[in-house]
């Protein structure tokens, strides 16, 4: 009876513990979003203010400084999911000056949630980074050693996924992807000797981010943004019908801008 148990309960807490759907307590909410607080928990609540605030629940509002506090989180997730947040309201100008600091975050997950944020904000400062979504993304090797490759071109990797291993002399380092997509290529054969920066494979960017850069694009890109974007809307291997009609509509909306930027610039609008 006691194996059975155990056989019920333990999946059933796991799930309890891992579900970002279960309802938070105020004193819950509190405590989770405290820096001690395991990284899951602190998404959770984190999560769940993100939902009240699209309700349009004001009284979450308490606790935006504790959120402002957490976009210096030592754990990129807890930074990433923060930029998430702050997006939900646009109407914060605390938030919005943290979202343009978070632009300048070492890791790439926090700057492209950051951007994607600011056009919310009707903000176009994140307008290269939403770019680089689209585009393949190169990882630069951290440290000095030979290469192990574990995963073979077209693999699908998410944040913290192991891309190979580096053995020094003294030391054995794990490579790990910091973004979500798949492997395009690698730069360097296996058993090569890498130095520390130098860049060893190319991930080419997953579904979601290329929907949601395009997306974003089409409210505030330009000319610059344009190879790109149409370089979806001609359809791109592996990706899903959806993103080629949405890189078609930003496309348009591009050409559309620009048009009417020239003809602001020279003298051949309405008002001439």
């Known amino acids: 009876m006691l194996l059975v148990l155990a056989f019920v309960l333990v999946p059933f807490l796991f799930w309890r513990g891992t579900w970002f759907g279960r309802t938070l307590s105020e004193r819950e909410t509190d405590q989770y979003l405290r820096e001690a607080q395991p990284p899951r928990k602190t998404q959770h609540a984190l999560v769940q203010l993100a939902e009240r605030i699209i309700r349009g629940d004001a009284t979450v509002k308490r606790w935006y400084p504790r959120v402002q506090g957490l976009a210096a989180h030592p754990a990129p997730e807890i930074r990433a999911t923060v930029a998430w947040v702050m997006g939900q309201d646009n109407q914060s100008a605390a938030f919005h000056a943290a979202l343009l600091d978070l632009l300048k975050d070492p890791e790439p997950v926090v700057r492209r949630n950051a951007a994607l944020s600011l056009v919310r904000f009707q903000d176009r400062s994140g307008k290269v980074e939403l770019r680089r979504m689209l585009q393949p ?136």
């Open 137 to 272: 993304y190169e990882v630069l090797s951290p440290w000095a050693g030979t290469l192990s490759i574990r995963l073979k071109p077209a693999d699908a990797v998410n944040p913290g996924t192991l891309l190979g291993r580096l053995q020094s002399q003294e030391e054995r380092y794990e490579l790990r992807s910091p973004l979500p997509g798949y492997v395009h290529k690698w730069l360097v054969a296996e058993g090569s000797t890498v130095k520390a920066d130098e860049p060893v494979v190319l991930l080419s960017p997953g579904e979601d981010q290329v929907w949601e850069a395009l997306r974003a694009l089409y409210l505030v890109g330009d000319m610059e943004d344009f190879a790109e974007v149409e370089r979806f809307a001609r359809g791109v291997e592996g990706m899903p019908d959806k993103i080629r009609q949405q890189a078609v509509l930003t496309a348009e909306a591009i050409r559309r801008r620009a048009a009417e930027t020239t003809g602001i610039q020279t003298g051949s609008g309405p008002d001439s």
